[in-house]
């Protein structure tokens, strides 16, 4: 499947725009059936047709930090790069994605890192947060949802925790709840929102992917190839 130009070099300058202007205002930003179709189908007939063997158990942490909790995320995930026609594709579009961002926001958006996401019939991860704050490494979480036909009764929901409103002590938890469907794009900044997925009732396919800072110091790459 080739993606026609539009969807290759953008014209999702409106898309891009909503996504700056909620991060500016609100931190978040939700998008239903935003992804360009094209791009969607494409992605969506790559994951169906990916080998099991490609999937790996989800963990906790990075590098030798790494550790497989099943009381946290039951998931499994396979690493994006840009070796396959989809994964090409979906790197080009959040390339634009991420010149746009720097463009207007002046994040200085260095990289990205990306996988795919299978959640199986009772599957979760538990509340948790992609960064911690002033550790500098990924600023923007960006989530796609892969599934056809998905309604709310079929589980799986992203459960974001806003807690930018309280002013007490005792934390009031807002919460955005999200359902899964086909081509819709989620984007929030790392440190600030903790977030969870709730188990799912059918198999759930997604893209999770974080942009980051440019952190390498000396001889220490940051982020590892």
Known sequence: MILSRTSQTGDDSSLFSSIANDIASKGYSINSAALPQD???????????????????????????????????TDVISWING?????????????????????????????????????????????????????GNRILSVVVYLNQYWSKDDGGGLVIYNNQQSTSAVI??????????????????????????????????????WFRLNCSIANSIDPPS
């Open 39 to 73: 791009l969607a189908h494409l992605l969506t007939s790559h994951i169906a047709n990916m080998p099991k063997a490609n999937f790996k158990r989800a963990g906790i942490g990075r590098s030798v930090d790494l550790k497989i909790n099943d009381s946290v995320r």
């Open 83 to 135: 070796d396959t026609e989809a994964g090409k594709a979906w790197l080009s579009w959040t390339q634009a994605l991420q010149a746009f961002l720097n463009r207007r926001l002046f994040l200085g958006l260095f990289s990205f890192e990306s996988h795919f996401a299978h959640y199986a019939e009772g599957d979760f991860y538990k509340k948790h947060k992609d960064a911690f704050i002033g550790e």
């Open 172 to 209: 009031d938890e807002h919460t955005i709840s999200v359902t899964p469907g086909f081509g819709t794009v989620v984007v929030f900044l790392s440190e600030e929102f903790p977030h969870e997925v709730l188990a799912a009732k059918r198999d759930r396919f997604s893209i999770a992917g």
